[in-house]
């Protein structure tokens, strides 16, 4: 009886069954001695542009994590501009974003 109303609860509301949301995937791209992974998130219909920045800093690797509010319908493109992000965030930080060896942190 209570996965009846909980049915009915999750399509007034717009709940899904699903909790986590598949993302779209790609294989990681270098750039300037970074590893760029994009990792969009899907948000229903529509994909968020996410990703993470990594390099290899005296045997350490550290990471730094960005998710934007740019929105796509298509996989393919919120793949294609998450790497075009994650280059614009390089060439525009240089050395400085990775320059206080934290391991982990968003941009």
Same mark, same amino acid.
Do not use: P, Y
């Given at each position: 009886m209570a996965s009846f109303f909980s049915n009915i609860f999750s399509a007034f509301s717009g709940a899904s069954k699903d909790k986590a949301a598949p993302t779209a995937t790609a294989e990681p791209q270098a750039h300037a001695g970074c590893t760029i992974h994009a990792a969009p998130i899907r948000e229903g219909s529509q994909y968020r542009l996410a990703g993470r920045i990594e390099k290899v800093v005296?045997?350490?690797? @550290? %990471?730094? #994590? =960005?998710?934007? &509010?740019?929105?796509?319908?298509?996989?393919?493109?919120? @793949? %294609?501009? #998450? =790497?075009?992000? &994650?280059?614009?965030?390089?060439?525009?930080?240089?050395?400085?974003?990775?320059?206080?060896?934290?391991r982990s942190r968003p941009v």
């Open positions: 005296d045997g350490e690797t @550290l %990471e730094r #994590t =960005f998710i934007r &509010a740019d929105v796509f319908t298509s996989a393919d493109d919120a @793949l %294609e501009c #998450t =790497f075009r992000k &994650a280059r614009q965030i390089i060439d525009q930080n240089g050395t400085a974003l990775f320059a206080d060896g934290v």
